[in-house]
């Protein structure tokens, strides 16, 4: 199985920046992708930015321009980089990694971190 641990969530003030980190276990090959999800309180989990092992990205409309996300991929880590964060950024953010199906057996077919709390102030 796979497994993620995340960093980097905290407190933060409107206008200031936060980077996360999320680290898998397994092998480089089975992960076909990796993303950031946040679910805020009484909304349903929504994606934020997610990147493929050829290094594409997407972005949540209402996170472009202000969030990035990226890869280390011989370290099975990925990254939010998270510039000018709102109020509205506030949420419990997830890290997702997806499996390749050829792997599933092995690990499973995507694995979820314990989330790591964001909050931005006023």
């Known amino acids: 199985q796979v497994q993620l641990v995340e960093s980097g969530g905290g407190l933060v003030q409107s206008g200031g920046s936060l980077r996360l980190s999320c680290a898998a276990s397994?092998?480089?090959?089975?992960?076909?992708?990796m993303g950031w999800y946040r679910q805020a309180p009484g909304k349903q989990r929504e994606l934020v930015a997610l990147i493929s092992s050829e290094g594409t990205a997407e972005y949540a409309d209402s996170v472009k321009g202000r969030f990035t996300i990226s890869g280390e991929k011989l370290r099975n880590t990925a990254y939010l980089q998270m510039n000018s964060l709102k109020p509205e950024d506030t949420a419990v953010y997830y890290c997702h990694a997806q499996i390749r199906p050829f792997y599933y057996s092995t690990y499973g077919r995507d694995a979820w971190g314990q989330g790591t709390q964001v909050t931005v102030s006023s």
């Open positions: 397994g092998s480089k090959l089975s992960i076909s992708a």
